[in-house]
C-alpha cells in the first residue's frame, strides 16, 4: 500500500515560479518511477515529467527549460520546480508513482498509484 500527499500549488502570476511536493508513504513498497502529470479543462491528462531511480528525467517538449524534476530518496519525496510560468501552464497537477503490490512474501505485481492533485492557477 502506498499513500501520495501533495503541495505547494496555487496562484502565481505570469513569469512567476512554484515548487510542488509529493510525498510517498506506507508500510510495505518499493518506488521505481515517479513523475507529474497535469490537466486542463477540457483537455485529457498529459505527462509533464519523470525521474527514475537511476535519476534518468523525460520533460513534455512544453515544460523543457522551464520545469526541473527532482527527488529524495531518502524521504521518498519527487519535486517539481516550475519557472517562468504562463497561464497555459494552469492546470491540475497530479503526481504518479510505480511501485510494487505485494501478494505475499517475493509476490508482487507492479503498479501506479495517483495523488489526489493539486491546482495551479496562472493569471495576472
Known amino acids: 500500500q502506498v499513500q501520495l500527499v501533495e503541495s505547494g500549488g496555487g496562484l502565481v502570476q505570469p513569469g512567476g515560479s512554484l515548487r510542488l511536493s509529493c510525498t510517498a508513504s506506507?508500510?510495505?513498497?518499493?518506488?521505481?518511477?515517479m513523475g507529474w502529470y497535469r490537466q486542463a479543462p477540457g483537455k485529457q491528462r498529459e505527462l509533464v515529467a519523470t525521474?527514475?531511480?537511476?535519476?534518468?528525467?523525460n520533460y513534455a517538449d512544453s515544460v523543457k527549460g522551464r520545469f526541473t524534476i527532482s527527488r529524495d530518496n531518502a524521504k521518498n519525496t519527487v519535486f517539481l520546480q516550475m519557472n517562468s510560468l504562463t497561464p497555459e501552464d494552469t492546470a491540475v497537477y497530479y503526481c504518479?508513482?510505480?511501485?510494487?503490490?505485494?501478494?505475499?512474501?517475493?509476490?508482487?505485481?507492479?503498479?501506479?498509484?495517483w495523488g489526489q492533485g493539486t491546482q495551479v492557477t496562472v493569471s495576472s
Open positions: 506506507g508500510s510495505i513498497f518499493s518506488i521505481n518511477k
Open positions: 504518479k508513482v510505480d511501485h510494487r503490490l505485494y501478494y505475499s512474501a517475493g509476490t508482487y505485481s507492479e503498479v501506479g498509484s
Open positions: 525521474i527514475a531511480n537511476n535519476n534518468s528525467t
